[in-house]
Protein backbone atom coordinates (compact mmCIF):
# COMPACT_ATOMS: atom_id res chain seq x y z
CA UNK A 1 0.00 0.00 0.00
CA UNK A 2 1.40 3.45 -1.21
CA UNK A 3 0.15 6.43 0.42
CA UNK A 4 1.07 9.45 -1.61
CA UNK A 5 0.26 11.93 0.77
CA UNK A 6 -2.08 14.42 -0.10
CA UNK A 7 -1.72 13.43 -3.81
CA UNK A 8 -4.83 14.90 -5.68
CA UNK A 9 -7.64 12.69 -7.87
CA UNK A 10 -7.55 15.06 -10.22
CA UNK A 11 -4.29 15.58 -10.84
CA UNK A 12 -3.10 11.98 -10.19
CA UNK A 13 -5.34 11.26 -13.47
CA UNK A 14 -3.98 14.02 -15.74
CA UNK A 15 -1.01 12.36 -14.70
CA UNK A 16 -1.65 9.02 -15.73
CA UNK A 17 -3.43 10.32 -19.18
CA UNK A 18 -0.54 12.37 -20.30
CA UNK A 19 1.84 9.35 -20.06
CA UNK A 20 3.34 10.99 -16.92
CA UNK A 21 3.30 8.06 -14.60
CA UNK A 22 4.39 5.58 -17.21
CA UNK A 23 5.64 2.83 -14.28
CA UNK A 24 2.13 3.29 -12.26
CA UNK A 25 0.43 2.59 -15.30
CA UNK A 26 2.33 -0.19 -16.25
CA UNK A 27 2.67 -2.07 -12.86
CA UNK A 28 -0.89 -1.06 -11.57
CA UNK A 29 -3.44 0.07 -13.44
CA UNK A 30 -3.05 -1.83 -16.60
CA UNK A 31 -2.91 -4.77 -14.84
CA UNK A 32 -6.07 -4.00 -12.59
CA UNK A 33 -8.19 -1.15 -11.69
CA UNK A 34 -7.92 3.00 -11.33
CA UNK A 35 -11.15 4.33 -9.15
CA UNK A 36 -12.03 8.18 -7.42
CA UNK A 37 -11.75 7.36 -4.14
CA UNK A 38 -12.92 9.42 -1.02
CA UNK A 39 -11.19 10.51 1.85
CA UNK A 40 -12.75 10.93 5.55
CA UNK A 41 -13.71 13.61 7.90
CA UNK A 42 -11.57 15.07 9.03
CA UNK A 43 -9.06 14.78 5.55
CA UNK A 44 -5.82 15.59 7.07
CA UNK A 45 -2.50 13.44 7.34
CA UNK A 46 -3.01 11.71 10.86
CA UNK A 47 -6.93 10.96 11.23
CA UNK A 48 -6.88 10.17 7.33
CA UNK A 49 -4.77 7.59 7.74
CA UNK A 50 -6.76 5.57 9.95
CA UNK A 51 -9.13 4.55 7.60
CA UNK A 52 -6.19 2.97 5.16
CA UNK A 53 -4.82 1.12 8.14
CA UNK A 54 -7.68 0.11 9.92
CA UNK A 55 -10.68 0.07 7.89
CA UNK A 56 -12.37 2.33 10.30
CA UNK A 57 -13.16 5.95 10.20
CA UNK A 58 -12.19 8.78 12.55
CA UNK A 59 -14.57 9.29 14.52
CA UNK A 60 -15.14 5.26 14.87
CA UNK A 61 -11.40 4.96 17.13
CA UNK A 62 -12.16 8.32 18.85
CA UNK A 63 -9.64 10.36 16.66
CA UNK A 64 -11.41 13.19 15.54
CA UNK A 65 -8.93 15.64 14.22
CA UNK A 66 -5.49 16.88 13.91
CA UNK A 67 -5.79 18.76 17.06
CA UNK A 68 -8.68 17.84 19.33
CA UNK A 69 -9.97 18.59 22.95
CA UNK A 70 -11.16 16.14 25.22
CA UNK A 71 -13.12 17.77 27.79
CA UNK A 72 -13.96 14.19 29.85
CA UNK A 73 -10.06 14.36 30.65
CA UNK A 74 -9.76 17.82 31.45
CA UNK A 75 -9.16 18.46 34.98
CA UNK A 76 -11.62 21.09 35.35
CA UNK A 77 -8.67 23.85 35.96
CA UNK A 78 -5.74 25.62 34.70
CA UNK A 79 -4.92 25.17 30.95
CA UNK A 80 -6.20 22.77 28.50
CA UNK A 81 -2.93 21.52 27.11
CA UNK A 82 -1.02 19.06 26.71
CA UNK A 83 -3.31 16.95 29.17
CA UNK A 84 -6.51 17.61 27.56
CA UNK A 85 -5.54 19.13 24.20
CA UNK A 86 -4.09 17.23 21.09
CA UNK A 87 -1.67 18.02 18.09
CA UNK A 88 0.09 15.86 15.70
CA UNK A 89 2.17 18.92 15.23
CA UNK A 90 5.48 17.25 16.61
CA UNK A 91 5.97 15.34 19.51
CA UNK A 92 2.62 14.11 20.32
CA UNK A 93 2.42 12.17 16.91
CA UNK A 94 3.56 9.44 19.09
CA UNK A 95 0.42 9.52 20.88
CA UNK A 96 -1.73 8.36 18.17
CA UNK A 97 -1.77 5.12 18.25
CA UNK A 98 -2.45 5.49 21.91
CA UNK A 99 -5.49 7.48 21.42
CA UNK A 100 -6.92 5.17 18.93
CA UNK A 101 -9.52 2.71 20.44
CA UNK A 102 -7.29 -0.38 21.43
CA UNK A 103 -9.98 -2.59 21.12
CA UNK A 104 -10.02 -1.68 16.84
CA UNK A 105 -6.88 -3.72 15.43
CA UNK A 106 -4.73 -2.08 12.49
CA UNK A 107 -3.37 -4.07 9.74
CA UNK A 108 -0.17 -4.15 11.33
CA UNK A 109 -1.16 -6.29 14.11
CA UNK A 110 -3.48 -8.42 12.40
CA UNK A 111 -0.61 -9.30 9.61
CA UNK A 112 2.50 -9.82 12.03
CA UNK A 113 5.03 -10.10 9.76
CA UNK A 114 4.38 -6.56 8.16
CA UNK A 115 6.77 -3.66 6.99
CA UNK A 116 5.96 -0.23 7.35
CA UNK A 117 7.64 3.25 5.79
CA UNK A 118 7.42 6.40 7.25
CA UNK A 119 3.86 5.76 8.55
CA UNK A 120 2.37 7.81 11.20
CA UNK A 121 0.83 5.50 13.16
CA UNK A 122 2.49 2.51 13.85
CA UNK A 123 0.53 0.62 16.15
CA UNK A 124 1.60 -2.93 16.08
CA UNK A 125 4.57 -3.12 13.52
CA UNK A 126 7.72 -4.42 15.09
CA UNK A 127 10.34 -1.66 15.80
CA UNK A 128 12.85 -3.46 13.39
CA UNK A 129 10.25 -3.74 10.55
CA UNK A 130 9.57 -0.21 10.85
CA UNK A 131 12.02 0.73 7.68
CA UNK A 132 14.36 4.32 8.35
CA UNK A 133 12.18 4.68 11.37
CA UNK A 134 15.48 6.32 13.09
CA UNK A 135 16.34 8.74 9.92
CA UNK A 136 12.74 9.70 10.08
CA UNK A 137 13.20 13.00 12.48
CA UNK A 138 16.49 14.12 10.85
CA UNK A 139 14.82 14.00 7.31
CA UNK A 140 11.72 15.65 8.82
CA UNK A 141 14.00 18.44 10.54
CA UNK A 142 15.89 18.52 7.53
CA UNK A 143 12.60 19.19 4.87
CA UNK A 144 11.13 21.76 7.30
CA UNK A 145 14.18 23.83 7.86
CA UNK A 146 15.53 23.46 4.14
CA UNK A 147 12.95 23.47 2.47
CA UNK A 148 14.00 20.26 0.67
CA UNK A 149 10.68 18.63 0.23
CA UNK A 150 11.95 15.98 -2.23
CA UNK A 151 14.69 14.24 0.14
CA UNK A 152 11.79 12.21 2.36
CA UNK A 153 10.10 10.50 -0.83
CA UNK A 154 14.22 9.20 -2.25
CA UNK A 155 14.20 7.84 0.76
CA UNK A 156 10.72 6.16 1.10
CA UNK A 157 11.58 5.38 -2.48
CA UNK A 158 14.52 3.30 -1.12
CA UNK A 159 13.13 1.91 1.45
CA UNK A 160 10.52 0.72 -0.75
CA UNK A 161 12.66 -1.08 -2.79
CA UNK A 162 13.94 -2.76 0.05
CA UNK A 163 10.81 -3.85 1.52
CA UNK A 164 9.74 -5.25 -1.58
CA UNK A 165 12.78 -7.74 -1.42
CA UNK A 166 11.73 -8.60 2.29
CA UNK A 167 9.48 -11.63 3.21
CA UNK A 168 6.25 -9.86 4.30
CA UNK A 169 2.53 -9.96 3.75
CA UNK A 170 1.91 -6.38 4.09
CA UNK A 171 3.94 -3.10 2.92
CA UNK A 172 3.08 0.48 3.88
CA UNK A 173 4.83 3.17 2.53
CA UNK A 174 4.25 6.81 2.85
CA UNK A 175 5.78 9.49 0.55
CA UNK A 176 5.19 13.28 2.35
CA UNK A 177 6.58 14.75 -0.82
CA UNK A 178 3.55 16.16 -2.93
CA UNK A 179 1.74 16.99 0.37
CA UNK A 180 4.72 18.99 1.82
CA UNK A 181 5.02 20.51 -1.87
CA UNK A 182 1.50 21.48 -2.37
CA UNK A 183 1.16 23.45 1.41
CA UNK A 184 4.25 25.10 0.86
CA UNK A 185 4.70 25.92 -2.95
CA UNK A 186 1.25 25.61 -4.45
CA UNK A 187 -1.26 22.57 -5.17
CA UNK A 188 -0.48 22.80 -9.19
CA UNK A 189 3.06 23.76 -8.51
CA UNK A 190 6.50 22.10 -10.71
CA UNK A 191 7.59 21.07 -7.09
CA UNK A 192 4.49 19.19 -6.66
CA UNK A 193 4.05 17.75 -9.92
CA UNK A 194 7.83 16.20 -9.63
CA UNK A 195 6.67 14.58 -6.07
CA UNK A 196 3.95 12.33 -8.13
CA UNK A 197 6.67 11.91 -10.84
CA UNK A 198 8.81 10.16 -8.21
CA UNK A 199 6.28 7.82 -6.50
CA UNK A 200 6.03 6.60 -10.06
CA UNK A 201 9.89 6.31 -10.69
CA UNK A 202 9.78 4.09 -7.43
CA UNK A 203 7.18 1.84 -8.16
CA UNK A 204 9.52 1.29 -11.36
CA UNK A 205 11.94 0.35 -8.84
CA UNK A 206 9.99 -1.71 -6.46
CA UNK A 207 7.85 -3.71 -9.00
CA UNK A 208 11.71 -5.00 -10.84
CA UNK A 209 12.47 -5.85 -6.91
CA UNK A 210 9.52 -8.35 -6.90
CA UNK A 211 10.30 -9.44 -10.52
CA UNK A 212 13.56 -10.47 -9.07
CA UNK A 213 12.15 -11.83 -6.04
CA UNK A 214 9.83 -14.00 -8.18
CA UNK A 215 6.36 -12.20 -6.15
CA UNK A 216 5.24 -9.56 -8.81
CA UNK A 217 2.01 -11.69 -10.37
CA UNK A 218 1.08 -12.43 -6.67
CA UNK A 219 1.66 -8.88 -4.95
CA UNK A 220 -0.89 -6.21 -5.05
CA UNK A 221 0.44 -3.18 -5.60
CA UNK A 222 -2.06 -0.21 -4.07
CA UNK A 223 -1.68 4.16 -4.74
CA UNK A 224 -4.05 5.80 -2.28
CA UNK A 225 -3.96 9.31 -1.18
CA UNK A 226 -5.12 10.64 2.41
CA UNK A 227 -6.77 13.99 0.97
CA UNK A 228 -6.61 16.13 -1.65
CA UNK A 229 -5.70 19.83 -1.70
CA UNK A 230 -7.02 22.98 -2.76
CA UNK A 231 -5.23 26.38 -3.05
CA UNK A 232 -6.21 29.21 -0.49
CA UNK A 233 -6.34 32.94 -1.15
CA UNK A 234 -7.35 33.77 2.22
CA UNK A 235 -6.44 33.20 5.72
CA UNK A 236 -9.29 33.54 8.15
CA UNK A 237 -8.25 33.22 12.11
CA UNK A 238 -11.13 31.64 13.13
CA UNK A 239 -9.75 31.26 16.67
CA UNK A 240 -8.77 34.31 16.98
CA UNK A 241 -11.61 36.04 15.12
CA UNK A 242 -14.09 34.51 17.25
CA UNK A 243 -12.12 36.17 20.42
CA UNK A 244 -12.44 39.68 19.05
CA UNK A 245 -15.87 39.17 17.51
CA UNK A 246 -17.77 37.26 20.31
CA UNK A 247 -15.34 37.88 23.38
CA UNK A 248 -15.02 34.19 23.64
CA UNK A 249 -11.30 33.55 25.27
CA UNK A 250 -10.19 30.91 23.56
CA UNK A 251 -7.16 28.26 23.43
CA UNK A 252 -6.18 26.86 20.58
CA UNK A 253 -2.54 26.20 18.62
CA UNK A 254 0.79 27.14 19.74
CA UNK A 255 1.19 29.16 23.28
CA UNK A 256 -2.46 29.74 24.24
CA UNK A 257 -3.22 26.24 24.21
CA UNK A 258 -1.57 26.90 27.67
CA UNK A 259 -4.20 30.25 28.69
CA UNK A 260 -4.43 29.17 32.63
CA UNK A 261 -8.29 30.21 31.69
CA UNK A 262 -10.33 29.63 28.39
CA UNK A 263 -14.46 30.15 27.33
CA UNK A 264 -13.59 28.08 24.15
CA UNK A 265 -11.24 25.66 22.69
CA UNK A 266 -10.52 26.13 18.74
CA UNK A 267 -9.05 22.72 16.87
CA UNK A 268 -7.64 23.69 13.49
CA UNK A 269 -7.12 20.39 10.99
CA UNK A 270 -5.50 21.06 7.99
CA UNK A 271 -6.40 23.78 7.89
CA UNK A 272 -9.62 23.77 6.26
CA UNK A 273 -11.84 22.67 8.97
CA UNK A 274 -12.01 23.39 12.87
CA UNK A 275 -13.74 21.99 15.91
CA UNK A 276 -15.14 24.61 18.07
CA UNK A 277 -15.67 23.63 21.88
CA UNK A 278 -17.37 25.93 24.41
CA UNK A 279 -18.96 25.44 27.79
CA UNK A 280 -22.27 23.70 28.90
CA UNK A 281 -25.56 24.77 29.92
CA UNK A 282 -24.01 24.76 33.47
CA UNK A 283 -21.50 26.94 32.36
CA UNK A 284 -18.46 24.00 33.18
CA UNK A 285 -16.88 21.87 30.88
CA UNK A 286 -18.46 18.92 32.42
CA UNK A 287 -21.14 19.28 29.79
CA UNK A 288 -21.78 19.76 26.51
CA UNK A 289 -23.84 22.22 24.89
CA UNK A 290 -26.32 21.38 22.12
CA UNK A 291 -27.08 23.84 18.98
CA UNK A 292 -29.93 25.32 21.62
CA UNK A 293 -27.44 25.76 24.12
CA UNK A 294 -25.08 27.48 22.16
CA UNK A 295 -27.76 29.87 20.81
CA UNK A 296 -28.53 30.60 24.38
CA UNK A 297 -25.01 31.36 25.94
CA UNK A 298 -23.30 32.49 22.79
CA UNK A 299 -26.36 34.88 21.08
CA UNK A 300 -25.42 35.52 17.25
CA UNK A 301 -22.33 33.27 17.33
CA UNK A 302 -23.90 30.22 15.02
CA UNK A 303 -25.43 32.90 12.99
CA UNK A 304 -22.20 34.75 12.17
CA UNK A 305 -20.54 31.63 11.79
CA UNK A 306 -22.96 30.66 8.92
CA UNK A 307 -23.08 34.26 7.33
CA UNK A 308 -19.01 34.11 7.81
CA UNK A 309 -17.72 34.30 3.74
CA UNK A 310 -14.55 31.71 4.99
CA UNK A 311 -16.87 29.00 7.11
CA UNK A 312 -18.69 26.75 4.45
CA UNK A 313 -20.78 23.63 6.77
CA UNK A 314 -21.60 23.91 10.10
CA UNK A 315 -22.38 21.31 11.95
CA UNK A 316 -23.93 21.11 16.07
CA UNK A 317 -25.77 18.94 17.95
CA UNK A 318 -29.57 18.71 18.54
CA UNK A 319 -31.12 18.61 21.89
CA UNK A 320 -31.97 14.76 21.21
CA UNK A 321 -29.26 12.32 21.83
CA UNK A 322 -27.86 11.66 18.23
CA UNK A 323 -29.49 14.30 16.16
CA UNK A 324 -27.03 16.35 14.26
CA UNK A 325 -28.03 19.80 12.59
CA UNK A 326 -25.87 20.85 9.48
CA UNK A 327 -26.52 24.44 8.59
CA UNK A 328 -24.86 26.23 5.70
CA UNK A 329 -26.02 30.03 3.81
CA UNK A 330 -27.88 27.35 1.49
CA UNK A 331 -29.82 26.03 4.18
CA UNK A 332 -30.36 23.20 7.17
CA UNK A 333 -30.96 19.81 7.38
CA UNK A 334 -31.40 16.89 10.61
CA UNK A 335 -28.84 14.42 10.27
CA UNK A 336 -28.68 11.25 12.43
CA UNK A 337 -27.76 7.49 12.73
CA UNK A 338 -30.01 4.85 12.78
CA UNK A 339 -28.27 2.33 13.24
CA UNK A 340 -24.16 1.06 13.88
CA UNK A 341 -23.28 -0.10 11.06
CA UNK A 342 -23.80 4.01 9.26
CA UNK A 343 -27.69 3.58 8.32
CA UNK A 344 -28.58 7.71 8.33
CA UNK A 345 -31.64 9.85 8.49
CA UNK A 346 -31.55 12.96 6.79
CA UNK A 347 -33.66 15.61 6.53
CA UNK A 348 -33.25 18.89 4.78
CA UNK A 349 -35.23 21.82 6.46
CA UNK A 350 -37.70 23.98 4.34
CA UNK A 351 -36.79 22.67 1.20
CA UNK A 352 -32.97 24.06 1.62
CA UNK A 353 -30.23 21.62 1.57
CA UNK A 354 -27.06 22.52 3.01
CA UNK A 355 -24.66 20.89 0.61
CA UNK A 356 -27.44 22.17 -2.40
CA UNK A 357 -27.61 18.31 -2.80
CA UNK A 358 -30.81 17.14 -4.83
CA UNK A 359 -33.21 15.08 -3.60
CA UNK A 360 -32.08 12.09 -1.64
CA UNK A 361 -33.96 9.51 0.27
CA UNK A 362 -34.77 10.07 3.85
CA UNK A 363 -33.19 7.23 5.15
CA UNK A 364 -29.68 5.61 3.53
CA UNK A 365 -27.22 2.66 3.93
CA UNK A 366 -24.07 3.66 4.47
CA UNK A 367 -23.17 3.01 1.26
CA UNK A 368 -25.85 4.57 -0.54
CA UNK A 369 -24.91 7.50 1.44
CA UNK A 370 -21.66 7.34 -0.08
CA UNK A 371 -23.23 6.55 -4.24
CA UNK A 372 -25.84 9.01 -4.08
CA UNK A 373 -23.12 11.99 -3.06
CA UNK A 374 -19.81 10.81 -4.50
CA UNK A 375 -20.24 12.70 -8.02
CA UNK A 376 -21.13 16.21 -6.31
CA UNK A 377 -19.46 18.61 -4.80
CA UNK A 378 -19.07 17.33 -1.10
CA UNK A 379 -18.83 13.19 -1.76
CA UNK A 380 -19.67 11.37 1.30
CA UNK A 381 -20.45 14.44 3.21
CA UNK A 382 -23.46 13.03 5.40
CA UNK A 383 -21.84 9.95 6.18
CA UNK A 384 -18.36 11.48 6.99
CA UNK A 385 -20.08 14.38 9.24
CA UNK A 386 -22.19 11.29 11.33
CA UNK A 387 -18.89 9.12 11.84
CA UNK A 388 -17.10 12.11 12.98
CA UNK A 389 -19.81 12.65 15.73
CA UNK A 390 -19.51 8.63 17.14
CA UNK A 391 -16.85 10.64 19.35
CA UNK A 392 -17.04 12.59 22.40
CA UNK A 393 -13.90 14.06 21.19
CA UNK A 394 -15.40 15.82 18.42
CA UNK A 395 -16.28 19.80 18.82
CA UNK A 396 -19.19 21.39 19.59
CA UNK A 397 -19.37 23.17 16.55
CA UNK A 398 -17.63 21.54 13.55
CA UNK A 399 -16.60 24.34 10.52
CA UNK A 400 -15.62 23.00 7.41
CA UNK A 401 -14.14 26.25 5.11
CA UNK A 402 -15.57 27.45 2.03
CA UNK A 403 -13.18 26.72 -0.69
CA UNK A 404 -10.30 29.19 -1.23
CA UNK A 405 -10.21 30.19 2.29
CA UNK A 406 -8.42 28.50 5.30
CA UNK A 407 -9.08 28.96 9.34
CA UNK A 408 -5.60 29.88 10.84
CA UNK A 409 -2.75 32.51 10.06
CA UNK A 410 -1.37 32.42 13.61
CA UNK A 411 1.82 30.97 14.10
CA UNK A 412 2.26 29.05 11.03
CA UNK A 413 5.98 28.63 9.28
CA UNK A 414 6.22 27.95 6.87
CA UNK A 415 3.16 29.67 5.60
CA UNK A 416 0.15 27.08 4.03
CA UNK A 417 -0.79 28.13 0.31
CA UNK A 418 -2.84 24.83 0.12
CA UNK A 419 -4.93 23.34 2.43
CA UNK A 420 -7.28 19.93 2.93
CA UNK A 421 -9.41 18.91 6.08
CA UNK A 422 -13.04 19.63 5.28
CA UNK A 423 -15.42 18.25 3.12
CA UNK A 424 -15.28 19.78 -0.06
CA UNK A 425 -14.78 17.88 -3.11
CA UNK A 426 -11.16 19.23 -3.54
CA UNK A 427 -10.14 18.07 0.18
CA UNK A 428 -12.12 14.63 -0.77
CA UNK A 429 -11.54 12.94 -3.53
CA UNK A 430 -8.55 11.02 -3.83
CA UNK A 431 -6.69 8.46 -6.80
CA UNK A 432 -7.49 5.01 -5.62
CA UNK A 433 -4.92 2.87 -8.34
CA UNK A 434 -4.97 -1.35 -7.90
CA UNK A 435 -2.92 -3.56 -9.16
CA UNK A 436 -5.88 -5.97 -8.80
CA UNK A 437 -9.05 -5.41 -10.64
CA UNK A 438 -11.69 -3.89 -8.10
CA UNK A 439 -15.49 -3.68 -7.99
CA UNK A 440 -17.14 -0.55 -10.51
CA UNK A 441 -18.07 2.33 -8.20
CA UNK A 442 -17.17 4.70 -5.81
CA UNK A 443 -14.43 3.73 -2.96
CA UNK A 444 -13.46 4.99 0.54
CA UNK A 445 -10.36 5.35 1.85
CA UNK A 446 -11.70 2.57 4.41
CA UNK A 447 -12.11 -0.17 1.74
CA UNK A 448 -9.11 0.38 0.95
CA UNK A 449 -7.77 -2.05 4.41
CA UNK A 450 -10.58 -4.26 4.14
CA UNK A 451 -9.89 -4.91 0.37
CA UNK A 452 -6.20 -5.75 1.31
CA UNK A 453 -7.75 -7.85 4.24
CA UNK A 454 -10.22 -9.84 1.92
CA UNK A 455 -6.89 -9.80 -0.60
CA UNK A 456 -4.58 -11.66 1.82
CA UNK A 457 -7.28 -13.83 3.15
CA UNK A 458 -7.91 -12.33 6.73
CA UNK A 459 -10.77 -11.89 7.89
CA UNK A 460 -11.97 -8.41 8.47
CA UNK A 461 -12.19 -7.40 12.03
CA UNK A 462 -15.66 -6.50 13.64
CA UNK A 463 -16.43 -3.39 13.77
CA UNK A 464 -15.04 -1.85 11.02
CA UNK A 465 -16.47 1.12 8.27
CA UNK A 466 -14.75 -0.55 5.03
CA UNK A 467 -16.07 -3.17 2.41
CA UNK A 468 -14.25 -5.31 0.40
CA UNK A 469 -13.48 -3.45 -3.15
CA UNK A 470 -12.28 -6.64 -4.98
CA UNK A 471 -13.78 -7.55 -8.11
CA UNK A 472 -15.84 -10.83 -7.48
CA UNK A 473 -14.06 -12.82 -9.89
CA UNK A 474 -10.70 -11.74 -7.86
CA UNK A 475 -12.29 -12.28 -4.74
CA UNK A 476 -13.58 -16.25 -6.42
CA UNK A 477 -10.03 -16.99 -7.81
CA UNK A 478 -8.57 -15.48 -4.35
CA UNK A 479 -10.33 -17.93 -2.54
CA UNK A 480 -9.75 -21.10 -4.95
CA UNK A 481 -5.70 -20.49 -5.08
CA UNK A 482 -5.58 -19.24 -0.90
CA UNK A 483 -4.35 -22.97 -0.15
CA UNK A 484 -1.76 -22.82 -2.95
CA UNK A 485 -0.58 -19.40 -3.15
CA UNK A 486 0.61 -16.92 -0.51
CA UNK A 487 -0.18 -13.76 -1.78
CA UNK A 488 1.61 -10.54 -0.79
CA UNK A 489 0.53 -6.79 -1.06
CA UNK A 490 2.99 -3.89 -0.99
ZN1 LIG B 1 -1.79 13.96 4.42
Not at 84 to 105: C, H, I, T, W
Not at 217 to 241: K, Q
Amino acid sequence: MILADGARAETFESLLASGELPQIREHVVERGSYRRGTSTFTSTTGPAHIPLLTGCFPGTVGVPGYRWFDRAAYRAWGPAAPHALRSYNGPEVAFLAKDMDQAQPTLYELIPDSVGVFGLMNRGLEKERNLRSREKPFIWSHSHWFHDYERADRWAGDAMVEAAALDSRFRFVAFPGIDWNCHYIGEDSPEATRSYKGIDEAVGKAAQALIRKGTYDETMITIVSDHGHRRIHTHFDLAVEIGRVHGIKTAYHSWPAFRPSFDGVVCVSGNGMAHIYLKGEDGTWRTRPSRETIRARHAGLLEWLVATPAVDIVTTRGDAEGELVVESRRGVADLRETRADGWIRYAVRDGADPFGFGALPGEMSSREALETTAETEYPDALAQIAQLFRTGRTGDIVVSATPGFDLRERFEWPEHVSSHGGLIRDHMLVPFASSVPLQEGPVRTADIATTVLDYLGVSAPPGVDGVTRLSQDTSATRADGAATASPASV
